[in-house]
C-alpha cells in the first residue's frame, strides 16, 4: 500500500531512491516531483524524511523534458547564489543559469560582460562599469522627486523606505533578497535557495533554541526588545527565578499527586460502553474504581518526583548559566 495515496499497489510500482529506503508509488513520486520542481523548491527533499533526492532519480522519475531542464537550472542557479565568487548581470533580459562565474578577486575594479548580453558592470559593486574612477556606494532609496518634495512628503517618503527596508531583507548565508510581511507573525525563516535557518530580528543563523535564549528575539513580535527591556527582564529571572521555581513546585506537587487519583477515578467510573457499565454490579463498578484510585495513589508521588527534580534543575540551570552569562556579556 502506497503510504501517499492509500492504495494497494504490486512491488514494481515502488522505485527505489538512493537516498533513503522510504517508498512510495510512481504516480504519487510524479506528481510530488512535478509540483516541487514548479514551486522552485529544489533539491527536493524525500516526501517522508529530509533526505535529498539524488538527481540521477529526479531524472528518472520526471515524466517531462521541460521541468527536467527546469529541475537543472534552479540547482544551477542555487548553486551560484551560494557561491561568494558568482556575480549576477544586473541587465533585466540576461538569464540568471547564463551569468557568468568569476574567481579572480584580487583587480581593484573588474568589468565584465556575458557573451550575447552586452551588459558591463562592476564585479565589486555590482554598478555600471567606472573605469576610471573608485567603486560608488549604492544609491539611495529616496529619488530626486522625494528629496526635493514637501516635508510632510519627504516624512511620508521616508516612511515608505522604513517599511520597504523592514519588509526585504537578505539571508545572512547566501545574501538572496527575503521578503516577509511584518505582521508580528512567525520569526523562524528558512531560506528556500541555500537552506539557512536564521532569524528575521538579529539576522542570525540559529538553533531550534533561538527564540529561548535570552537574546532580545521573540518567536512572534516586529522588533526585538530594547537592550533596557532585555537587561531588566533579565535581571527579573534571575533575582525571581527562586521565589517562582518554589511556587511552581509548590503548586504542581499537590496538583499532580491529588489530581492523578481523581482524574483516573472519574475516568474508569465514565469510562467504558453503556452497555459494559449495565453489566457490572455496584460492587464490582465501586471495585474498578477503588483499585485505579489506589494505584494512582502509589504512581502519582513517582510522577511528581520526577516532573519536579527533573523541571528544577534544568530551569535553575538555564536561568544561572545561560541568563547569567547573557547578562554578564
Avoid at 550575447?116 to 558592470?121: D, L, Q, R
Avoid at 545574501?175 to 528558512?190: H, L, P, T, V
Avoid at 457499565?277 to 520526577?306: D, E, H, K, M, W
Amino acid at each position: 500500500e502506497c503510504p501517499l495515496c492509500l492504495l494497494p499497489q504490486p512491488p514494481e510500482a515502488f522505485p527505489s531512491l538512493a537516498s533513503c529506503s522510504h517508498r512510495s508509488c510512481w504516480a504519487c513520486l510524479e506528481q510530488y516531483l512535478c509540483l516541487a520542481v514548479s514551486e522552485s523548491r529544489v533539491p527536493v527533499s524525500c516526501p517522508h524524511c529530509p533526505a535529498v533526492l539524488q538527481p540521477s532519480d529526479v531524472h528518472r522519475l520526471l515524466p517531462e523534458p521541460a521541468l527536467r531542464d527546469k529541475y537543472e537550472e534552479f540547482l544551477l542557479r542555487r548553486l551560484l547564489v551560494a557561491d561568494p565568487g558568482t556575480r549576477w548581470c544586473p541587465a533585466p533580459d540576461c538569464s540568471p543559469s547564463q551569468t557568468r562565474v568569476l574567481i579572480t578577486l584580487s583587480c581593484v575594479g573588474l568589468g565584465v560582460s556575458r557573451e550575447g548580453c552586452g551588459t558591463e558592470f562592476c564585479y565589486h559593486c555590482r554598478q555600471p562599469w567606472h573605469p576610471d574612477g573608485p567603486c560608488a556606494p549604492a544609491p539611495s532609496l529616496a529619488t530626486p522627486t522625494t528629496q526635493l518634495a514637501q516635508p510632510e512628503e519627504l516624512a511620508h517618503g521616508e516612511t515608505l523606505v522604513q517599511a520597504e527596508a523592514e519588509d526585504i531583507k537578505v539571508c545572512p548565508r547566501c545574501s538572496a533578497f527575503i521578503m516577509k510581511i511584518n505582521d508580528g507573525s512567525c520569526n523562524r525563516m528558512n531560506c528556500t535557495v541555500c537552506g539557512c535557518l536564521f532569524c528575521w530580528l538579529c539576522l542570525q543563523e540559529i538553533s531550534d533554541v533561538h527564540f529561548l535564549s535570552p537574546s532580545g528575539c521573540t518567536f512572534w513580535g516586529k522588533r526585538p526588545w530594547s537592550r533596557t527591556r532585555r537587561i531588566l527582564w533579565q535581571l527579573g529571572m534571575v533575582l525571581g527565578a527562586p521565589m517562582v521555581i518554589s511556587l511552581a513546585a509548590g503548586v504542581a506537587v499537590p496538583v499532580i499527586t491529588i489530581g492523578i487519583p481523581i482524574y483516573m477515578g472519574r475516568k474508569v467510573l465514565a469510562g467504558g460502553p453503556a452497555s459494559r457499565r449495565s453489566s457490572l454490579s455496584g460492587c464490582q463498578q465501586c471495585l474498578s474504581v477503588t483499585s485505579s484510585v489506589l494505584l494512582s495513589l502509589f504512581v502519582s508521588p513517582i510522577i511528581t518526583a520526577l516532573t519536579v527534580g527533573v523541571g528544577v534543575p534544568l530551569v535553575l540551570t538555564y536561568v544561572y548559566g545561560t541568563v547569567v552569562l547573557s547578562l554578564c556579556r
